[in-house]
């Protein structure tokens, strides 16, 4: 067990933060809420699906990353729809960014919410989270994702669904 967690430990603490609005980078509250989210507890996963409606930013960013990278969100219909609107809505980019980043663990090509994400996100970084996971959504190795992401970051390819087809190749249902 983690040194932040056992079983009971810490929830109730997390849901006081959350309810006062409090910093989620305070006390190491955020390692607390990874470490809940390890757990696999189902209390850890009704927290973060509520903490995505946190008018604290890291809470959302935290809750986000939590949810994306320890649960099947496949499995959690509700949860995954709240991070595409997240993704879509959301008006820190930052949380937007977290959104994207994990996103593409639980879709399929071509994703249509990381498809708008990179045609109209104004935050360069989304764009860029959003173009690396089509390309690892349309099935590329990952090297061939990591040379098109340096290509990217240095103005030799687009960010773009242009871009996307470029490496991946023209796909009729990408549109």
Not at 50 to 75: C, I, K, M, T
Not at 131 to 155: D, N, W
């Amino acid at each position: 067990m983690n040194q932040y967690h056992e079983p009971g430990d810490g929830l109730q603490e997390l849901e006081a933060a959350l309810a006062a609005n409090g910093d989620v980078y305070a006390d190491d509250l955020h390692l607390q809420l990874e470490a809940l989210a390890e757990s696999g507890e189902p209390e850890a996963l009704a927290l973060l699906v509520r903490a995505l409606d946190s008018p604290n930013v890291g809470w959302r960013a935290e809750a986000a990353r939590n949810l994306g990278f320890h649960y099947d969100l496949r499995q959690q219909p509700d949860a995954l729809n709240a991070l595409r609107l997240l993704l879509r809505e959301d008006p820190d980019a930052t949380v937007r960014q977290a959104a994207a980043a994990v996103l593409p663990l639980h879709s399929t090509w071509p994703d249509p919410w990381l498809t708008d994400a990179l045609r109209h996100d104004a935050d360069g970084l989304v764009g860029l989270l959003a173009f690396e996971g089509l390309l690892k959504l349309a099935g590329l190795p990952q090297g061939e994702v990591q040379r098109a992401m340096r290509r990217a970051r240095s103005g030799q390819l687009a960010v773009s669904l242009e871009g996307v087809r470029e490496v991946v190749g023209e796909r009729s249902d990408a549109d």
